[in-house]
């Protein structure tokens, strides 16, 4: 039998509580499993909502779901990757086998993270963890199924490529894959935090003539600007009002609504041109609901799309997107507002809720 791996993690063990940096003992690896140590992990807002129950989850838990490693061990059936190659870990692993995969939807797969919230994890003082967001990167190692990793270019610095696991991927994906947006057009993008910065750098490399950034923290519209907003809409300005100034009055072409609650998602619907079309980028609560009339659903044609992980393919888009970063074509260190510790982790989160960081990023050793 292998020698018990342990670790330091950032284990939340109750909504409403802040997490508490703790041992954990990772389970044996099965045949399908790969140990990573990691190197980073990016603290996104999905996190903060599992820790005050906005998005409901299974506690005592890891979280964590935008990190990146190197391979330490692997199970016996495991063929993606080896010990010593580095990887970017996905929460949403394609089974490449349900309706959803096989219909070019991996994004939607039914059994992906089921499979990985499933199965064995790690144990704190003898109380099974359950592996949050099926990842759980909020530590020193984690254990996940094998379709969580995919293998990159060790060249990249680690503590950038994993913001190709959540921020750079959902941002950049909502706009090439999801909205696919065009040379010339317009685009709104409402919420700037890290996913929305990184809508904004999309829609430029897309070709889009008009950018605007709108949020009520002036640093992130500043960000936005350095980004390639080319209009920004604060928080003493009509948002919808400021929207239409920089589109000749009709609303944007596309608006992505990068929040996940009901106000911001009215406001991107309202920012939009007739016959345009509102991406939801945002991970909401179920607790949130959104009213249109339907006059308005009619006459104006508006499309509304929601958007899983950016449409993304991690296999695809994973390495691309790293490929995109090593050239500097995508600015992932821009994103990039503090550098932590493992321990520091709660001020992350409260950096995140006063709205002064765009990512906070745990470098792990430092």
Known sequence: MSATRTALAAVAHEVGSPLAVEEIELAQPGPGDVVVRLAASGVCHSD???????????F????????????????????R???GDHV????????????????????LCENGLAEALGGDYATVSGTKLVRGLGTATFAERTLVPEGEVVAIDPSVPLELAALVGCALSTGLGAVWNTAQVRPGTSVAVVGCGGVGLSV?????????????????????LEMAKAFGATDTVGADD????GVRAATAGRGADTVFEVVGKAASIRTAFSSTRRGGTVVLVGAGSPREEVTFNAMELFVDSKTIKGCVYGSTDPDRDFPLLVDLVRSGAVDASGLVTR???LDQVNEAF????????????????Q
């Open 48 to 58: 903060l909502s599992v820790m005050n129950g906005s998005i409901p989850f299974m």
């Open 60 to 79: 005592p838990t890891v979280l964590g779901h935008e990190g990146a490693g190197v391979v330490e061990a692997v199970g016996d059936a495991v063929r």
């Open 81 to 83: 990757v080896k010990p």
């Open 88 to 107: 970017v870990l996905t929460w949403m692993p394609p089974c490449r086998r349900c309706f959803w995969c096989l219909a070019g939807q991996p994004m």
């Open 200 to 220: 904004v750098q999309g829609a430029k490399l897309a070709g889009a003539a008009v950018i605007v950034a709108v949020d009520p923290v002036p640093a992130k």
């Open 238 to 241: 009509d948002p919808v009002a």
């Open 339 to 341: 550098r932590i510790s």
């Open 350 to 365: 409260d950096d995140m809720e006063a709205g002064t960081v765009a990512r906070s990023v745990i470098v792990f050793g």
